[in-house]
C-alpha cells in the first residue's frame, strides 16, 4: 500500500513554494482596491473587472491543483506495479516526492535516486525553496546528459512531474538518450507530466507554457529511439507515458 499523504499536502507546498506570486497578486488586489475611486468611473469596471477575472483564475488553479496532487490517486502510482527486486532509477529536479513512496509499495525495491538540479541551469525559485524544505539527502547528483551508470543497469526507469524542467531540447534528447542507454532491453521507462493541452490551460492559463505538448514529448522520445507503448491519463491534467526501447538510437 502507498504511502499515505497528508491533508492539502500538494497544494500546500504549491503555496509554500510560490508564496512570493499569492503575496504579489494580494498586494496588487490591495493597491487597486484602494486607488479605484479616485479613477473615472470606466476605468474603475475595468480595474474591478481584472481583478475579479485575476483571483478567479487564481482560485481555480489551486483548486485543480487540489485535485490533482490532494483528492486524485496520482501518487499512488498505480502504473508502476510492483518492483520488488527489480533495479529502478526515480529521477527528480531537485525535490523528491515519490522515493519514499515507492519504497512503501514494494520494500524489496532495489531503488537508485538521483537529482539534476542544476542552479545554474534550473534558476526558478519554487525549486530552490522545495530543496530547502525537502533536502534529498540520498540522492545520487548527476547530469541529465551524462547519467553515472553502465550500460542496460536499470529495469525501470521513472521521472515523475520532473523531466520537464529541462527546458532546452537537445538537452531533453540527450537525457532521454541516457535513460535509452542505461534501461535494460525488456525494461521500460515511465515518464509523467502535466501536458500544454485545453485541460492545462483551462486550470493555469498562461502557466500551461511551463509545461510541453504531447508532439514536443513524442518528438524528444523518437529522437532519443523510444517508443510509446501506453499512456495513462492518471487524470484529465496528468499523462505517463510508458515507453520501450525500440533498439536504434539516432
Same mark, same amino acid.
Given at each position: 500500500?502507498?504511502?499515505?499523504?497528508?491533508?492539502?499536502?500538494?497544494?500546500?507546498?504549491?503555496?509554500?513554494?510560490?508564496?512570493?506570486?499569492?503575496?504579489?497578486?494580494?498586494?496588487?488586489?490591495?493597491?487597486?482596491?484602494?486607488?479605484?475611486?479616485?479613477?473615472?468611473?470606466?476605468?474603475?469596471?475595468?480595474?474591478?473587472?481584472?481583478?475579479?477575472?485575476?483571483?478567479?483564475?487564481?482560485?481555480?488553479?489551486?483548486?485543480?491543483?487540489?485535485?490533482?496532487?490532494?483528492?486524485?490517486?496520482?501518487?499512488?502510482?498505480?502504473?508502476?506495479?510492483?518492483?520488488?527486486?527489480?533495479?529502478?532509477?526515480?529521477?527528480?529536479?531537485?525535490?523528491?516526492?515519490?522515493?519514499?513512496?515507492?519504497?512503501?509499495?514494494?520494500?524489496?525495491?532495489?531503488?537508485?535516486?538521483?537529482?539534476?538540479?542544476?542552479?545554474?541551469?534550473?534558476?526558478?525559485?519554487?525549486?530552490?525553496?522545495?530543496?530547502?524544505?525537502?533536502?534529498?539527502?540520498?540522492?545520487?547528483?548527476?547530469?541529465?546528459?551524462?547519467?553515472?551508470?553502465?550500460?542496460?543497469?536499470?529495469?525501470?526507469?521513472?521521472?515523475?512531474? %520532473?523531466?520537464?524542467?529541462?527546458?532546452?531540447?537537445?538537452?531533453?534528447?540527450?537525457?532521454?538518450?541516457?535513460?535509452?542507454?542505461?534501461?535494460? %532491453?525488456?525494461?521500460?521507462?515511465?515518464?509523467?507530466?502535466?501536458?500544454?493541452?485545453?485541460?492545462?490551460?483551462?486550470?493555469?492559463?498562461?502557466?500551461?507554457?511551463?509545461?510541453?505538448?504531447?508532439?514536443?514529448?513524442?518528438?524528444?522520445?523518437?529522437?532519443?529511439?523510444?517508443?510509446?507503448?501506453?499512456?495513462?491519463?492518471?487524470?484529465?491534467?496528468?499523462?505517463?507515458?510508458?515507453?520501450?526501447?525500440?533498439?536504434?538510437?539516432?
Amino acid at each position: 500500500m502507498a504511502l499515505k499523504r497528508k491533508p492539502f499536502e500538494g497544494v500546500g507546498n504549491i503555496i509554500r513554494f510560490n508564496w512570493h506570486f499569492y503575496v504579489i497578486a494580494l498586494l496588487i488586489l490591495f493597491i487597486s482596491i484602494f486607488f479605484h475611486s479616485y479613477l473615472p468611473t470606466h476605468l474603475q469596471f475595468v480595474l474591478i473587472t481584472g481583478n475579479v477575472i485575476a483571483g478567479i483564475t487564481i482560485l481555480i488553479s489551486l483548486i485543480v491543483s487540489y485535485y490533482i496532487y490532494d483528492l486524485s490517486d496520482l501518487y499512488q502510482l498505480r502504473w508502476v506495479g510492483k518492483m520488488d527486486h527489480k533495479n529502478v532509477l526515480n529521477i527528480n529536479a531537485g525535490f523528491d516526492e515519490t522515493s519514499r513512496i515507492l519504497k512503501s509499495i514494494s520494500p524489496d525495491i532495489h531503488l537508485t535516486t538521483c537529482d539534476f538540479y542544476d542552479p545554474e541551469k534550473h534558476t526558478e525559485i519554487s525549486i530552490k525553496r522545495a530543496r530547502k524544505i525537502y533536502p534529498s539527502k540520498d540522492a545520487v547528483c548527476v547530469q541529465t546528459t551524462q547519467l553515472p551508470f553502465e550500460d542496460n543497469r536499470f529495469d525501470i526507469c521513472l521521472a515523475i512531474l %520532473s523531466a520537464h524542467e529541462i527546458r532546452n531540447q537537445e538537452e531533453r534528447i540527450l537525457f532521454f538518450r541516457e535513460l535509452n542507454r542505461v534501461t535494460k %532491453s525488456d525494461g521500460q521507462i515511465m515518464i509523467t507530466e502535466h501536458l500544454r493541452d485545453s485541460h492545462n490551460f483551462l486550470a493555469y492559463t498562461i502557466g500551461f507554457l511551463h509545461f510541453y505538448s504531447k508532439k514536443d514529448w513524442m518528438y524528444v522520445f523518437q529522437q532519443a529511439g523510444l517508443l510509446l507503448k501506453e499512456e495513462i491519463k492518471v487524470t484529465p491534467f496528468v499523462s505517463t507515458f510508458i515507453l520501450e526501447k525500440n533498439g536504434i538510437t539516432t
